[in-house]
Every structure is written in structure tokens, then in C-alpha cells.
């Protein structure tokens, strides 16, 4: 019987209760001192922890806790469309799926109303390095990003089974956090466009606005094509390099959609302006051929920039929502994010690309 490991708070993460979790894996283990390394409070509250144990070597003496967050306004926003606990899901029955790098887990359980946690081998023990949200990566790290999703999408393009296999990612859970974004759209979307100030255009206000009072058939028009399993919040800060190759962290909002979706949240964030404009064509070129690669043929290459260009209005919603919720990231990042994804929906004329 798996014992109960749900914790509230950092202090709660004691000697204990880190037995507890090893217990679930090793009934000879005897953990001797736990500390807090690190606590950053965001969507999550994340913990690094080193746990002091006499386990086997392959037992990690360095984790990643995550737990419902402590900032009241992100709580709210990611409590009731049960976020945490779709991720916990996610590491319990699809994460050994994934053709892409995830961290190691360790224990993840949630209980619905009372709560839950994901506890995970931190990457850095074994050299990796976690990304930033505002980090700037160069044009071939982007390119080694782009392909690990066209293999992470074709892994999953179109099964048949799909929506059945993972049920719990278009239920109910997902149908409540779309009404909850479609609800709070408009005023999130003016409120998030005052703070923001001179970093968006003024030509964008309106448009952004329309797209608000519509967004449920914008996100109808949006996941209205070919599936496949989508990370759907692909910044800077939920990758992790290891020996130079990225993984993927923070499956929160995983889920059945479009894959070029991802591309468009990855190369909107992830790239200065000027280096996406001079290599946007090339990588949106090797996105498809990495498909082509994986058996995935038969994309139209103009039809795909189409849904791109549609696609580059969520990450610019997605942030600015995230300034106008607040303690969601670090300010300077989000403003950095909120720069750079305003960029690409002007360069792009995205908005014009959804017919609403």
C-alpha cells in the first residue's frame, strides 16, 4: 500500500516525511537529514531538497518537490482546473512514454481535496542544467529543441487511441480550465495590457481584446486539426539541457492539441526578435522535415504557417495574462516574454490569422 506523502508547505519536508517516500521504493533505507536548498514560488511552489540516506548509489540524493503554490492569486488560477495534479498524472501513467527527456521520478501523488505533489531526482546531480524563462538561446539550441518536439509529436500523431489512452487530459478537469480562461479573458487580457505598458504596441490593444471576447472559438479553431500529445507551455524556463541536449520539465498543461502549437509558444519566447525573423522560415522547414523523418508526411507547408501564425496568440495571451494575474514568474522575465511574443504576433500579423 503506497503511503501518504502529501506535504503543504516547505517546512513540512522533513526527515520524515522523506522516508516516507523511500519507504514506497526501500523497506532498508534510512534517511538521515534533509535540507532545503532552494524554495521559488511561482504557479508551483518548487523545493529543492538534499536528503542525506545510506540507499545505493542510484538512489538520488538530490530532489525537486513540487506543491500547490503559496502565492494566493496563482493558487487560485491553477487550484480549480487542478493543475499539479494533471502533472502528477502525467508522471504516473505517461511520462515512461515520452520520447523526450523528463526528470526522474521519485513519488507523485494527488488526492482530490486534499491535494498533491511531484517529487523528482533534481537534474542538476547529474549535470543538467535547468533553463530560465527569459533565457535567449542561440539558433542551434532552437534547432535541437524543434526537433525533439517533432519527435516528441510524431510519437503520438493521430493514434487512433489517443483520446481514449489519455482520457484524463480532455475531461471534464480540461473543459473547467477552459471555461475558467474564457471567463476571466477579457478583464485578465486589460488588465495584463495596462501593466504592460510601451512593451506591446498600441496597434495590438484592440485586436488582443477581440481575440479575449472570443476566445473559446479561438481555442476551438486552434485544437480543430490533426492531435497529438503538446507540452502547451514550451518557454525558455520549462526546458533543461543535459551534455548539450534539452529535455522538457513542468507538464502542467499537457495535452491533447496541435503540434505546431508548441513550436509557435517555443520560437515566440525562446528566441530574441531579430534571430527569429532570420531563421523562423529554416526551423519552421526543419519541424517538417523532423516529421517527414518520423513517418509524418504529407504537411503542407503554407497551410502549416497559417497555423502558426494563429498559433503565436496563445504564449502572447499566455504572459500577458501571467502579468495581469501576478507571482506567476519573476516580473523582469515576464516582461521579457511579453516582448518578445508581441514581437512575433506584430511581425506575424497573428490575430488576423484567426477567423473570428
Not at 15 to 22: G, P
Not at 71 to 77: H, S
Not at 109 to 137: F, W, Y
Request: hydrophobic share 45%; charged share 20%; proline share 6%.
Amino acid at each position: 500500500m503506497e503511503r501518504n506523502i502529501l506535504a503543504y508547505r516547505p517546512s513540512d519536508l522533513t526527515a520524515r516525511w522523506a522516508q516516507r517516500v523511500i519507504n514506497n521504493h526501500y523497506s532498508n533505507v534510512i534517511v538521515s537529514n534533509v535540507a532545503i536548498v532552494s524554495v521559488h514560488v511561482g504557479t508551483t511552489t518548487r523545493i529543492r531538497l538534499s536528503v542525506e540516506h545510506n540507499g545505493p548509489e542510484n538512489l538520488p540524493k538530490q530532489w525537486f518537490v513540487k506543491l500547490p503554490s503559496l502565492a494566493w492569486r496563482a493558487r487560485m488560477i491553477t487550484a480549480l482546473p487542478r493543475l499539479l495534479h494533471t502533472e502528477v498524472r502525467f508522471y504516473n501513467e505517461a511520462a515512461q512514454t515520452v520520447p523526450v527527456a523528463v526528470p526522474g521520478i521519485l513519488a507523485a501523488q494527488s488526492k482530490p481535496g486534499r491535494g498533491a505533489i511531484l517529487v523528482l531526482t533534481d537534474i542538476t546531480e547529474s549535470g543538467g542544467i535547468a533553463g530560465n524563462p527569459d533565457d535567449t538561446l542561440t539558433v542551434e539550441q532552437a534547432e535541437l529543441v524543434v526537433k525533439q518536439l517533432a519527435r516528441f509529436h510524431a510519437h503520438f500523431w493521430d493514434k487512433a487511441d489517443l483520446a481514449r489512452t489519455y482520457y484524463w487530459l480532455a475531461g471534464p478537469v480540461r473543459r473547467l480550465e477552459d471555461y475558467l480562461g474564457t471567463a476571466l479573458a477579457v478583464p485578465l487580457m486589460k488588465r495584463g495590457l495596462r501593466q504592460a505598458g510601451k512593451l506591446i504596441p498600441p496597434p495590438l490593444h484592440a485586436p488582443a481584446v477581440h481575440y479575449a471576447r472570443h476566445r473559446r472559438r479561438v481555442m476551438h479553431f486552434l485544437s480543430n486539426t490533426s492531435q497529438t500529445l503538446v507540452h502547451h507551455d514550451c518557454h525558455p524556463g520549462n526546458l533543461f539541457w543535459s551534455q548539450s541536449q534539452p529535455g522538457l520539465l513542468d507538464w502542467q498543461l499537457v495535452r491533447i492539441g496541435e503540434g505546431i502549437g508548441d513550436i509557435a509558444y517555443f520560437l515566440a519566447t525562446a528566441l530574441d526578435p531579430k534571430i527569429r525573423r532570420l531563421h523562423e522560415a529554416n526551423l519552421l522547414a526543419m519541424y517538417v522535415k523532423a516529421l517527414w523523418d518520423h513517418g509524418i508526411t504529407g504537411i503542407d507547408p503554407r497551410n502549416l504557417l497559417q497555423r502558426y501564425r494563429a498559433h503565436l496568440t496563445y504564449p502572447f495571451e499566455a504572459m500577458v495574462v501571467s502579468l495581469a494575474v501576478g507571482g506567476m514568474m519573476k516580473l523582469e522575465s515576464n516582461h521579457e516574454l511579453i516582448r518578445r511574443t508581441a514581437a512575433a504576433v506584430e511581425d506575424l500579423d497573428a490575430f488576423s490569422a484567426i477567423p473570428i
